[in-house]
C-alpha cells in the first residue's frame, strides 16, 4: 500500500481533532481545554511547540551558512529543503505562540509598544523578521512554476546573499534570546538547567542539531516516498553537526563543573535522572553513532543518531520551558486537548512540507510517484484508486471526509462543562448546627463566638424565616432546586441534616421514602426537596448577595450578617457595633468569649452546640 | 513619596475586611473556586488575600510592588511599568496576554482570566487611583486593627525597624521586603517566618531584572559581530575558492 497516502491520512485526522479543540479555545477561552493554570501560565505548546519547533528549525540559517557563506557545494541540493523546513518550522511555533496567548489578535503589539530590555519583545521581532526572511528565501521555489513573477524571482535570487546574511543575524540574535528568557527565573529553574550561560547553550545547541533535524527530515520523506537517500552526503552532515554536538556538551559540562554542582547530576533525584536522559539523547548517542566511522555510515545509527538528539534536544527545552520549574499550586498534566492542539499544528506543518516536496522542485525534480499519476494530471494527489479501490474517490476527497469527519468527533468529545462548572471545595464538616444559640467556631480552633439563632429566628418572623438564611447560597436565588447547594451531605455548606430526615422516615427502612429503589443513593438521585417541603423557597424570593455560597462561617457572617449589623449599629448607638470584627475580635486568642459563653449558656436544654472546651488548648495572649 | 504598605502579621485576625473592600473598590467579579487556582486564595477576581497558617496567623498576600520589578522587565509591550509614586501597575489595552509576567514573578502574584476568550492579568495595582487623589488605599483603609498600613517606604521602614526594636522576642528580626529581589513596596514584619511567599529556591537581594541585563546588553553587538564573522568567513571563503580557481587555471 502506498505510504504517504496512509500517513497523510493520519495527518489529516490529527489535524481535524486539534481544530476542534483550537476552535473551543478561541471561543470559550484558555480554560476550556487547557490546564494551564495560575501556577503554571505556560503548559505543553510552550514546551513542546514553541521552544523546541523554534531550536530545531535552526537548522535552516545554519545550512544556509554552510551552502552560501562557507560555500560548501556538496550540500546546495539540501538548500532548498532546508529553508522550506525552517520556514514551517518557525511557522508552527508562530501559530502554537497564536494559539496560547490570552488576546491573539494583538500578537503585533510589539511592534509598536517597545521595550528593549525584554527578552520576549526582541524574541518576538526576530521570529517576525525571520519569518519575513524565511519567505523571501523560499519563494522563488514556488515561482519557478510560473512565469508571471519571473521578474521578483530573479531579484530575490540575485540577492539573495543578502537574505542569508540577514538570517543568521537574526537567527543567533532570537535562538539566544530564548535562552535569556529564562534567566529571570533563578528563584523556580533547577540549578542543572539554570545557568547564566543559558543564552550560549541555546544558542550552540541549535546549530549543533538544526542540520541533525534537517538529517531526520531526509530520512523520513526518503523512507515514505521510498527514495534512495544519499547517505554519503548524510553522513558527512552528521559528522559536521557532531563536532557542534562536542561543543555544546563541552560548555554546558564545564559550565556546571565550574558552578560546583557536579555532585548534583549523580544525586539520584527524578531531576538529575532527567538530565543524564537529557545529555544521553542529546550529546552521547549522537556522539558516538555519528562520530564513529564504521557507524555513521550506516543509516540506522543516522537514524538513531538523529532521532535521538532531536528528542533530546526537545527534552532539554521542554525541560527548560516547564518540567524543571517548581510549582506552588495545581500540577500541571496537558489535557488531550492540548495534546490534539500540539499535534494538529505539528500534523499540519508535515502535510505542507510534504506539499512542497510532491509540488515543487525542492530537490532535483518533483516527488510525485510515476506508477500512480497520469502524466497529464499535474494536481496535487488525485488517484487513491489503489487503496480505496473506488476510482471516484479522489484522493484529496478523501482527505477533505478525514478532515471533517475527524474535527466532527472532536468537537464531540470536548467536554462543555469545564469552563462553566462551579466546583465546590470540600472542607471537613464541623458540627455547629441549629438550636438556639450557634458557637460559631469559623475558624475550628475551639474558640468560637455565640451566634443567637432563637433571636434571629424570631425576628424574622418565626419558622418561615429559615429561608431568609439558608437559601441565600445562591447568586439571585430564585426557586433554585435545593440540591443546587446541598449537594452533599457532608459538607460544610451543607444545611441538609441526613440523620433528621432518616429518623422520621424509619431509620434504615425508610430510604425508599427517597432515594428510588434500583439507583445508587446520593443527592442527585433522591427526591427533589420541595416535593415534600411544599413551602419551602417562598415564591418569587431573589435575593442578590455578595458570594455564591458560605465555604466557611466566616464568609457566611461577612456577606449575611454583617451588613444588617453594619445597618443596626448606625440607628442604635447605645449597643456594640457588632459590624465591626473587633467588637468580638479583640485579641488574636479570644479567651474572654470563652469563658462569656461558658458562663451564659451553661445550662442542660444547651444541646445543640459544641461548647469550646475551657483549657483544652494552651494558648498565649 | 514612594508609596509602600506595611502588614504586620501579629495584628492581623483574618476578618478579610481587606479583601472585600479590594473587590468592592476594583469591581472584581464574584469567584468560584477553579481547577486553574493556587490555594492561596489570589485569583483573577481576588487581587488580596489571606493565607491562613497554625497558630492563629494569617497572612495578607498581595502584589509586592518590587522596587525592581521582574514582571516589568519580561513585558515584551510594556504593559506593565512602575509608576513614579510605587506602585506596579498594568495597562490591560497594551497587554497581549503571553503570560511572561506570571513565569517571571518571584512571587507568583499575576493571575489570569482563564475562562474568557478575551483573557487579561490581574493584580493588585495599589489602587494607584486612590493613591494619586491622596487617599489611602482601599483594603488599607478597610482594616479594623491597622494591620496593615501605608505610607512613605523609608518611614514605614523605620516604623517597622521600631517595633521589632520596642518588642524584639515578639517579632522575627527581619523585615518582609527590605532587600529582597532588591526590595518591595509591600513590606510585612511577623512572628513567624514568611520565607513560603516566595519560591523555594529563594531570589536572593539582586534585583531580578538584572540576570538579563548582561544578555540583552549584548544584543546589538552580537548582531553586529555576526554579521562581521560571516562576512569574513565569506570573504576568505570566497577567495580560497578563486585562488583554486586560478591554480587550475595555471595547471592546464
Ligand atoms: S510581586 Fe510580582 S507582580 Fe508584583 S511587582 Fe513584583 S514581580 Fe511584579
Ligand atoms: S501577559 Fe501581558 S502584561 Fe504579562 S508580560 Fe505578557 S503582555 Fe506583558
Ligand atoms: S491596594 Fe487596592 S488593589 Fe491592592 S489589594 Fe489593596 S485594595 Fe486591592
Not at chain 1, 469552563?419 to 458540627?431: A, F
Not at chain 2, 490591560?92 to 511572561?100: A, F, Q, S
Request: net charge neutral; with cysteine; aromatic share 10%.
Amino acid at each position: 500500500m502506498d505510504r504517504a497516502r496512509i500517513f497523510k491520512s493520519i495527518l489529516w485526522a490529527i489535524t481535524g481533532l486539534g481544530s476542534a479543540a483550537l476552535a473551543t479555545r478561541f471561543l470559550i477561552g484558555l480554560g476550556a481545554i487547557a490546564n494551564m493554570n495560575d501556577a503554571v501560565p505556560w503548559g505543553l505548546w510552550k514546551g513542546f511547540n514553541i521552544f523546541p519547533g523554534i531550536a530545531l528549525a535552526g537548522g535552516g540559517f545554519v545550512m544556509t551558512a554552510i551552502i552560501y557563506i562557507m560555500a560548501r557545494e556538496e550540500y546546495h541540493k539540501y538548500a532548498k529543503i532546508s529553508v522550506l523546513l525552517a520556514f514551517l518550522g518557525y511557522l508552527t511555533a508562530a501559530t502554537a505562540l497564536v494559539t496560547e496567548l490570552g488576546l491573539p489578535w494583538l500578537v503585533w503589539h510589539p511592534i509598536i509598544f517597545w521595550q528593549h530590555h525584554s527578552p520576549l519583545f526582541e524574541v518576538s521581532w526576530c521570529v517576525m523578521l525571520y519569518l519575513t526572511v524565511l519567505f523571501l528565501e523560499f519563494i522563488p521555489v514556488p515561482l519557478e512554476e510560473t512565469s508571471r513573477f519571473a521578474k521578483i524571482r530573479i531579484f530575490l535570487t540575485k540577492y539573495k546573499i543578502v537574505l542569508v546574511f540577514l538570517g543568521i543575524m537574526i537567527s543567533t540574535l532570537h535562538q539566544s534570546s530564548l535562552g535569556s528568557m529564562w534567566l529571570i527565573t533563578p528563584e523556580k529553574l533547577h540549578p542543572l538547567w539554570y545557568t547564566s550561560l543559558l543564552p550560549i547553550l541555546f544558542f550552540l545547541s541549535a546549530v549543533a542539531i538544526g542540520p541533525i533535524m534537517l538529517i531526520l527530515a531526509i530520512l523520513v520523506i526518503t523512507r515514505i516516498y521510498r527514495r534512495r537517500t544519499d547517505s554519503q552526503t548524510l553522513s558527512k552532515l552528521g559528522l559536521l553537526s557532531v563536532f557542534g554536538v562536542l561543543v555544546y556538551g563541552l560548555v554546558r559540562l564545564i559550565d556546571i563543573g565550574v558552578k560546583g554542582k557536579f555532585a548534583m547530576i549523580f544525586d539520584g533525584s527524578w531531576q538529575s535522572t532527567f538530565f543524564l536522559v537529557e545529555i544521553s539523547l542529546m550529546v552521547v548517542i549522537p556522539l558516538v553513532l555519528m562520530g564513529v566511522r564504521r557507524l555513521r555510515n550506516s543509516s540506522g545509527s543516522l537514524w538513531v543518531a538523529s532521532l535521538s538528539a532531536v528528542i533530546g534536544l526537545g527534552f532539554d527545552r521542554a525541560n527548560i520551558a516547564g518540567i524543571m520549574l517548581s510549582v506552588d499550586g495545581p500540577m500541571y498534566t496537558p489535557t488531550l486537548f492540548e495534546v490534539l492542539v500540539s499535534l494538529a499544528i505539528i500534523s499540519a506543518a508535515i502535510l505542507a512540507f510534504l506539499f512542497g516536496i510532491e509540488r515543487f522542485k525542492i530537490w532535483d525534480t518533483k516527488w510525485e510517484d510515476p506508477r500512480e499519476k497520469p502524466e497529464s494530471h499535474p494536481d496535487f494527489d488525485r488517484s487513491a484508486e489503489v487503496w480505496l479501490g473506488t476510482p471516484r474517490l479522489a484522493g484529496r476527497s478523501v482527505y477533505s471526509l478525514i478532515f471533517v469527519v475527524s474535527l466532527a468527533v472532536g468537537f464531540a468529545i470536548i467536554p462543555g462543562k469545564r469552563i462553566y462548572s462551579d466546583g465546590v471545595q470540600e472542607v471537613v464538616s464541623q458540627k455547629a448546627y441549629g438550636g438556639d444559640t450557634l458557637c460559631i467556631d469559623g475558624n475550628r480552633d475551639n474558640y468560637g463566638v455565640t451566634f443567637d439563632h432563637k433571636a434571629h429566628v424570631v425576628r424574622n418572623s418565626n419558622d418561615s424565616s429559615c429561608v431568609l438564611c439558608h437559601h441565600m447560597n445562591q447568586p439571585n436565588d430564585k426557586q433554585s432546586g435545593c440540591y443546587s447547594c446541598h449537594r452533599d451531605m457532608y459538607q460544610t455548606t451543607d444545611a441538609f441534616r441526613h440523620d433528621w430526615h432518616a429518623d422520621p422516615a424509619n431509620a434504615n427502612i425508610g430510604c425508599m421514602e427517597c432515594h428510588a429503589i434500583d439507583q445508587e443513593r446520593l443527592a442527585t438521585t433522591a427526591k427533589a426537596c420541595d416535593q415534600c417541603h411544599k413551602d419551602l423557597i417562598p415564591p418569587g424570593a431573589t435575593i442578590t448577595i455578595e458570594k455564591y455560597m458560605a465555604p466557611s462561617y466566616t464568609d457566611a457572617m461577612h456577606f449575611l450578617c454583617i451588613d444588617c449589623h453594619r445597618q443596626k449599629a448606625e440607628e442604635l448607638t447605645d449597643k456594640p457595633d457588632l459590624a465591626l470584627c473587633t467588637t468580638c475580635h479583640r485579641w488574636k486568642h479570644p479567651n474572654h468569649l470563652q469563658d462569656e459563653v461558658a458562663e451564659k449558656y451553661n445550662h442542660p436544654y444547651f444541646n445543640h452546640v459544641v461548647l469550646p472546651q475551657k483549657g483544652s488548648k494552651e494558648k498565649g495572649h | 513619596m514612594k508609596a509602600a504598605i506595611l502588614t504586620d502579621v501579629t495584628k492581623c485576625i483574618g476578618c478579610l475586611e481587606c479583601v472585600a473592600a479590594c473587590k468592592k473598590t476594583n469591581k472584581l467579579d464574584r469567584d468560584f473556586p477553579r481547577s486553574w487556582h493556587k490555594n492561596d486564595g489570589l485569583s483573577a477576581r481576588n487581587w488580596t488575600s489571606i493565607v491562613e497558617k497554625p497558630e492563629q496567623h494569617y497572612i495578607r498576600k498581595q502584589c509586592r510592588h518590587c522596587l525592581e520589578p521582574a514582571c516589568v522587565s519580561v513585558c515584551p509591550v510594556a504593559a506593565l511599568y512602575k509608576t513614579k509614586e510605587g506602585p506596579v501597575v498594568y495597562d490591560p489595552d497594551k497587554c497581549m496576554g503571553c503570560r511572561y509576567c506570571m513565569v517571571a514573578c518571584p512571587y507568583g502574584i499575576p493571575r489570569y482570566d482563564w475562562d474568557k476568550p478575551a483573557a487579561y492579568v490581574q493584580k493588585c495595582h495599589m489602587c494607584i487611583d486612590l493613591i494619586k487623589q491622596g487617599k489611602q488605599p482601599a483594603c488599607i483603609e478597610a482594616c479594623p486593627t491597622q494591620a496593615t498600613i501605608f505610607g512613605d517606604r523609608d518611614q514605614l521602614m523605620a516604623e517597622a525597624h521600631r517595633r521589632i526594636k520596642d518588642e524584639p522576642e515578639k517579632y522575627i528580626n527581619k523585615v518582609y521586603g527590605e532587600f529582597e529581589v532588591g526590595g518591595t513596596s509591600v513590606l510585612y514584619v511577623s512572628d513567624i517566618d514568611l520565607e513560603f511567599l516566595s519560591y523555594p529556591l529563594k531570589p536572593g537581594t539582586e534585583p531580578l531584572p538584572d540576570t538579563m541585563k548582561p544578555a540583552m546588553e549584548a544584543v546589538p553587538p552580537v548582531f553586529v559581530g555576526m554579521g562581521a564573522l560571516m562576512g569574513g568567513v565569506y570573504w576568505i571563503c570566497r577567495r580560497r575558492e578563486k585562488l583554486q580557481g586560478e591554480k587550475e587555471g595555471n595547471k592546464e
